[in-house]
């Protein structure tokens, strides 16, 4: 069954930047999919689920207009329990750790990051 990887970024060079990067490290192996918001990422989802195409991970940034990373994690984790969610943040604090201390989150990455990073996280994830 084919599987997905949703990045997210209100950014779209950011959310583009990691794309190819996934692309280029894990070739044919994921369909990925990009939104510029929580609200679209879920429509994406959505769209997913009746395709019959497994969400393998979401790589989400935390500050958002609207939804913020934390709280489109929580709705992923209600709707595709399996999926692996990275959140991406610039803002590290004890405020953010402790919005997503209760979530199933499978990594947390500070802006910038070294792709190498994302690349071990879906590796270790996925083989």
């Known amino acids: 069954m084919q599987k997905a990887i949703i990045c997210v970024d209100d950014e779209k060079s950011i959310s583009w930047g990691v794309q190819q990067q996934i692309a280029r490290a894990f070739p044919n192996e994921f369909l990925i999919e990009l939104a510029e918001s929580g609200e679209e990422a879920l429509e994406i989802l959505e769209e997913l689920n009746t395709m019959k195409i497994d969400l393998f991970m979401l790589i989400t940034d935390q500050m958002m207009p609207g939804l913020k ?3 489109l994690i929580t709705k992923v984790n209600q709707i595709s329990p399996g ?5 991406l943040t610039g803002y590290a604090d004890d405020n953010i750790l402790n919005q997503v201390a209760n979530l199933d989150v499978f990594k947390i990455l500070k802006k910038p990051w070294e792709f190498e990073e994302i690349k071990t996280a879906i590796k270790t994830a996925f083989f």
């Open 83 to 87: 999926s692996k969610c990275i959140l």
């Open 69 to 71: 990373g934390h709280e």
